[in-house]
Structure formats: C-alpha cells, structure tokens
C-alpha cells in the first residue's frame, strides 16, 4: 500500500468513525423528536376528545332536564349546546370519530329526544355509552406515551375527566330528580353513587396532579359552587323523599358551575400538557438539529484537513519524486525544492542536496577515468588491426609482441593464442590435404562400379515386379468370382428357408381350417339336435290341439308347419355335415401333402447350405490368395523404388566423388596461399606437384567458393 493511501485511509476511517456515531446520535434524536411530535399530536388529540366530552356532558345533562319537565326547560339552551358540540367534533380528527360508531347514531338519538319518545335512563345510557368509550380511548393515548410526566398528568386527567363524568351523571339524575319533585330508587342510587365515585376519583387526580399543580384546590371549587349542601340534603332525604325548595332548573345549573369549574381544570391542565409536549418536541428538534451541526462541521473539517494533508503530500512528494529522476538521469544541476523548509520534507531535500554534490563529484571522478581507459583503448585497437590486417593477408606469423595495458593484455594473449592455434590447423590441414585427395580419387571410382551393379539390379525388379502385378491381378479377378458366388448361394439358401417357413405357416392355416371344420360340426349337430326336439314338440303340439278339437284346429295347422320346417333344417344340417367331413378330408389330404413339401424344401435348405460353406471357404482362400499376393506385389514395388532410389543416390555419390577430388586438389592449392614454417610450406609444394590436377595458379585475394551439387538433397543421403 502506498504512502499517500496509508494517508487517505487515516483520514477516512475516523471520518467514517465520526459519521457512523453521528448518524446512530441523530438517529437517536430523529426517532426522539419523531417521538415527540407523536406524543405532542396524541396529547392535542386527547385533549379534544376530552372537550367533546365536556359538551356530551352537558347535552346530556340538558336532554335528561328536557326529558323529564315534559319539554318545558332547556330547549333554547340544548340547541346551543348542540351546536358547541357539533363544532367540537368538526375539530376532532375522522379517522378518530370513526373509533365511535355510536356517534353516528347522535342525530336519531336527538330527535327522539325533542319529540320525548325516549325515557331518562335510554338517554342516559346512550350518552354514557359514547361518553365512556371516549374516555376510554383518551386514556389509552395519555397512559401510553413515552414521556413519564405527560403519562403522570395525563392519568391525573383520566382521572379528573372521569369524576367529571361522574358528576355530570349525577346532575342529569338530580334533574330528573328535581324536575318530578323527588328522587325514587333508581334514581337515588344513580345520584349517591356517582356523588361517591365523583369524590374518589377527585382524591385521585389531586393526588396525581399536585405534584406539577400545587394550588388546585377542589374543595374550594366545590364549596364555591354551594352543591355540596343540596347534595348531602338529597342524600339525608333518601329515596322518594322531601327534596330541597328547588327547581330542576335552578339545580341543573349549580351543578353545571361545578362541572364547568371541573372543565376549566381540564382546560387548565391541557395547556400545560400541551405546552410540555410541545417542549419535548422543540427540545427534541434542537437536539436533532444540534447533533446534524456539529457532524457535519466535523465531518466538513475532517474532510478539509484531509484534502490539504493530501494535496501537501502530492505537491512536496511530487516535487521531490522529479529531484530524484534527476539524479537518477545523471543532471546534478539543479537545487532541489523546498530547501528552506522546516519539516520533514525539508529534511529530505538537504539529504538530497548533499547526495547531489557527492554524485557530481563521483561522475566527474568516473568522467576522468574514461577518458584515460579510450586513450588506452585506441592505442591497443590500432596494434590489434595491423595485426589482423597481416592476418586476413594470410600471414600467420603476426603474433603481437609488444605488452599491452594492464587491462588489455589477456586480449593480446588471446590473440597470440588464436594466431598459433590456427597456424597449428593449417600446418594440419597441409598435411592430410594429399591423403583426402588419393581418397577421394578411390572413392569417385569405387561409386563408379556400384553405379553400374545397382542399375542392372533395378532393371531385373523392375520386370519381376510387372510379372507379379499381372498376377496378382488374376488372382484377385478369381476372388471376386468366388465371393459373388458365395453371395448367390447366400440369396438361394435365405429363399429355400422362406420357402420352408411359408410351407410351416401353410400346414398352421391348414390344421387350423380343420380345427374350425371340426367346431362346424359339432355346432351342425347341435342344430340338428335342435331340429330333432323341434319336431317332437310340434308332434305333441299335433296331438293337442287334435284334442281340442274345433278350437285346436288352427294350433294343428301351426304345429305342421313347424314340423316341416324342422324336418327341412334337420335335412339341411345333415348335408352341410356330410359337405365339411368331406372337406376335412380333403384338408388332411392336404396337410400331409404340404408337409411332404415341407421337407424336400428343409433337404434342398441343408444342401444349399452346404453348398454355400464349400463356396465361401474356395472365396476366402482366394481372398488370402489375392491378399498375399497384394502384399507380395507391394513389397516388390516398395524394393524396385528403393533400388531405384539407391540407383539415383548412387550416381549423386558418384558425382560427389568426383567433385570432392577436385575440391581435394582446389583445398591442398588454397591452403599453400599461407605464410607458415619452412617445413610446413615445402610440404604443400609438393603436395602441389604430385597432384596431376592442382596446376592451376591463384591470386592473394581470390576468394574460392565451394561448388554446387546438382540434384543433391538430404533427404536423399539420408535415405542412401
């Protein structure tokens, strides 16, 4: 891995680091605020439900009044009570109203409240029904949020909504108490009841809320209100007792100053949930917004500081990378970059400066020295080409005797060395010139003679071939001869075998006709059998209706005709019986008489077969005949190519003989061209004057070239 990757990864992998905690915090903040905003909005649904109520109550408490006064009080007030609530639940969401299907039945309700064709309690009931559903609904969405405190007041509401409830059941029963002048039963118990769950239910919320609302006070709200006398003077009355000196009227609306006082409560305390809730939120949202700040910031300066640190790298590295290439093309003069620098990369360029300067040092050093080594190198250049001009003159007595440089004078030896090995050769050469020729003369006229034996050789095979070609070609005519007779006898013999077979399935068809013939008749007699009983049942059917008398007379005629009829089928019977005996007979007759033929065609099928194994042994020998004598045939002809060959081979021998005495005499002249020994030269003088055909005479500087044999391939002296 790179530097400048190793780099780039140190600043990524915090500034992933940095992103992945910064999205699980604001993650975290989202999901708070989102949270929060669900709490805000359930708080803000609740508390509308809970003004629904509040207009419920009333309209009950007003419809229990009209109810029971016969429709004398409370019609103007129910209207605009109506109307209030009508806009409370213009402000409740739909899709919440869909959870109260009972709201649904509102409107028939009222009108069986205006006309009066509904009781107090079936009001009651229907009103405490949807009331009751909504509370219910309503605690379900304060007690469950995710904020301790909203649960906290939100209970002490629940609580508070419910005693009001309780207090607005009350009031419609002691209107409907009022309004008949005294309080039966049932009415009674509705009234002390719900006065008893109304003060515990109080209890509760003053017990819940006076944490965050220290002056409630309900007491003083029901003291202020002068309910609690009438309520304890009802209560002392007991059922269908003397009630208070007061109207349904004036009750009605004491106990509404009350339940209005317990509403401003709600009202009181809904604010302050509200506004908790929308703390939360804004809480909330700040601390997302925060969170979403500072990460980016820190993911912005990250970024910065890794984009500079990089760019720094590329530029002082980049930098330093071309000072290096330059050292490294042997320019020394430059000054590398950022010298004056205090950092590490200054460092390395006053490393660098220094390195430079020894460099330049050492290559002028090196400069110097090589010069020295070319003068010493021409000097010695110069010697060796005199002496190897003196050589290409063919004088090999040019030995170098002068001493060369130190470094130079393995060359001189190596020279001298060459120099006396090859007048070594030549003084060799010399001296098996005149053998190679007197050789070469034995062998030109020994080819001579195989030249000849081996063409009279070849004529002969060349006959013997044509002869053995002729017959071989008669043999194999005779092969195929026998072959196409082994395949005629083949063809009769399958058709003797057809015909054997077809024979075999005529005697089948044949016994089987019998077979049926026979099946004939024996169903001929039973028909005649039946002709027979036929003809005795209309005999006794004669001699019944001959009984009868008059009355028989026309049965009798019947009976006769049938007695004729059977008489005539059992005629017929008995000659189509005699017909298929003799048809039998005439069958077996012939079965005995194809089955006969059947085995003269088996006798004639075993001697064709034997016929044809004779026929087909005679074609297979002839078959081996004429292969043999194939091979036979190949083998001559393969021999006479061959000495054919060896005939054409053996005159480019012949030729070669020739041409290398010639080439002999051409080698003992060129080698007498050398300046050698004394010795040595005599020697080539007369190896010069025994040789009849070296009496030729060559310049120095001719060049001799070897000369070419026509039609000489190796091919054809690897076959020889």
């Not at 905003?37 to 009333?58: D, G, M, P, R, Y």
């Not at 058709?495 to 049926?516: D, H």
């Not at 005939?647 to 020739?658: K, L, R």
């Not at 030269?681 to 060049?703: C, D, F, G, I, Q």
Request: hydrophobic share 40%.
């Amino acid at each position: 891995m790179s530097l400048r990757s190793q780099i780039l990864l140190l600043v990524t992998l915090p500034l992933i680091v940095l992103v992945f905690i910064g999205g699980l915090k604001g993650s975290a903040d989202l999901d708070r605020y989102r949270s929060a905003q669900t709490i805000q909005s359930e708080t803000h649904e609740a508390l509308t439900l809970i003004n629904l109520v509040h207009f419920l109550q009333v309209e009950r408490g007003q419809s229990a009044a009209l109810i029971s006064s016969q429709g004398t009080v409370f019609k103007n007030e129910l209207v605009k009570t109506r109307l209030a609530t009508k806009a409370s639940l213009a402000k409740t969401p739909a899709s919440t109203i869909g959870l109260f299907p009972q709201l649904t039945k509102m409107n028939e309700m009222r009108k069986s409240v205006d006309a009066l064709t509904i009781n107090t309690p079936q009001m009651a009931a229907y009103y405490s029904g949807v009331i009751n559903q909504i509370l219910t609904q309503v605690g379900g969405q304060l007690v469950l949020q995710d904020n301790p405190e909203i649960v906290q007041i939100g209970s002490g509401l629940i609580a508070l909504s419910t005693a009001k409830e309780a207090a607005g059941v009350q009031r419609a029963a002691g209107a409907t108490g009022f309004g008949l002048g005294r309080f039966e039963l049932p009415t009674y118990q509705k009234f002390a009841e719900k006065g008893a769950t109304e003060a515990q239910l109080l209890r509760l919320a003053s017990l819940t809320l006076g944490e965050y609302f220290a002056d409630l006070d309900f007491a003083k709200g029901l003291r202020q209100s002068r309910l609690q006398d009438i309520r304890s003077a009802v209560l002392a009355a007991g059922p269908n007792g003397p009630v208070p000196d007061l109207t349904a009227q004036e009750w009605f609306s004491r106990a509404t100053s009350w339940l209005t006082y317990l509403h401003s409560v709600e009202n009181m305390i809904a604010a302050n949930m509200d506004a908790l809730a929308g703390q939360q939120a804004q809480s909330a949202r700040t601390a997302l917004l925060i969170t979403i700040t500072l990460v980016l910031l820190s993911v912005l300066a990250s970024t910065a500081i890794g984009v500079r640190l990089i760019l720094t790298f590329t530029r002082q590295f980049g930098a330093l990378q071309k000072d290096l290439d330059k050292l490294a093309h042997k320019e020394f003069d430059f000054e590398p970059a950022f010298m004056e620098s205090k950092t590490e990369i200054g460092h390395l360029s006053r490393a660098m400066n220094i390195t430079r300067a020894a460099l330049k040092t050492a290559e002028d050093r090196l400069t110097s020295i090589e010069q020295e080594r070319v003068a010493d190198r021409g000097a010695v250049i110069g010697r060796l080409d005199q002496h190897l001009s003196r050589l290409a003159a063919r004088d090999l007595n040019c030995t170098i005797d002068d001493i060369f440089p130190r470094d130079y004078e393995q060359l001189r030896e190596s020279f001298n060395t060459t120099v006396a090995t090859l007048r070594t050769t030549v003084e060799q050469v010399v001296d098996a010139a005149d053998s190679i020729r007197s050789g070469a003369a034995e062998i030109s006229q020994a080819s001579d003679d195989l030249s000849n034996r081996t063409e009279s050789q070849a004529a002969t095979l060349e006959q013997t071939a044509a002869a053995l070609e002729q017959m071989t070609v008669s043999v194999k005519s005779s092969a195929e001869g026998a072959h196409s007779v082994e395949i005629i006898m083949d063809e009769a013999r399958q058709e003797a075998t057809n015909s054997g077979e077809v024979v075999q399935k005529t005697v089948s068809a044949m016994k089987q006709i019998e077979q049926s013939s026979g099946r004939i008749s024996q169903i001929i007699s039973v028909i005649d059998d039946i002709a027979f009983q036929t003809n005795l049942l209309a005999l006794n059917a004669g001699v019944e209706a001959a009984r009868a008398g008059e009355a028989g007379r026309g049965f009798a005629v019947v009976a006769s005709e049938v007695r004729a009829l059977a008489q005539r089928s059992s005629d017929a019977a008995t000659e189509i019986k005699s017909l298929i005996n003799d048809s039998a007979r005439h069958v077996e007759n012939g079965v005995d008489l194809v089955g006969q033929a059947g085995k003269a065609l088996g006798n004639i099928v075993d001697r064709v077969n034997h016929i044809s194994q004779l026929v087909t042994e005679i074609a297979e020998g002839s078959a081996e005949q004429s292969t043999g004598l194939g091979e036979i045939n190949i083998g001559v002809t393969q021999l006479d190519q061959v000495t054919q060959q060896n005939a054409a081979m053996v005159e480019q021998a012949t030729a070669a003989g020739h041409l290398l005495n010639d080439n002999a005499s051409k080698l003992a002249a060129m080698v007498a061209q050398f300046k050698i020994s004394k010795n040595s030269h005599r020697a080539v003088s007369r190896s010069n004057r025994s040789s009849p055909k070296a009496n030729w005479e060559l310049e120095e500087n001719t060049t001799v070239k070897p000369a070419k044999v026509v039609g000489l391939k190796a091919g054809d002296w690897q076959e020889f």
